[in-house]
């Protein structure tokens, strides 16, 4: 099962980010890109309409995971796996702190 999950910069949807056979992806909306008022979601991700390819999950959207003592809180309430960065991101990253946040969804 792919995984998937919206990106959202300052609630305006700004593209998706997925894991794929080779890792993972991140990919600019189309509307979010050819809107000149709309800013990248990061300087590690200026705007482009090719898709961003890593085989590891980026450290930008890492970066964005809890830590400490509320990653261990978020983990025993969902019953998350520690080494799996990627769910983590998609189950508690709606509300981050910050301008970025990533929604989850399943394909």
């Known amino acids: 099962m792919n995984r998937k999950g919206k990106v959202f910069f300052r609630e305006i949807f700004a593209g998706e980010i997925f894991e794929s056979e080779n890792g993972y992806v991140f990919q600019y909306d189309e509307s979010y890109l050819n809107n000149n008022n709309y800013p990248p979601i990061s300087f590690t991700f200026p705007k482009q309409k090719e898709a961003y390819i890593s085989k590891t999950l980026f450290p930008f959207f890492d970066g964005l995971i809890p830590e400490g003592w509320l990653l261990n809180l978020t983990q025993n309430i969902w019953r998350l796996d520690r ?4 769910g983590i991101l998609l ?3 709606e509300d981050c702190i ?3 946040s990533v ?3 399943t394909k």
């Open 91 to 93: 189950t508690v990253c």
């Open 98 to 100: 910050g301008a970025v």
């Open 83 to 86: 080494r799996d960065r990627f």
């Open 103 to 105: 929604v989850g969804e």
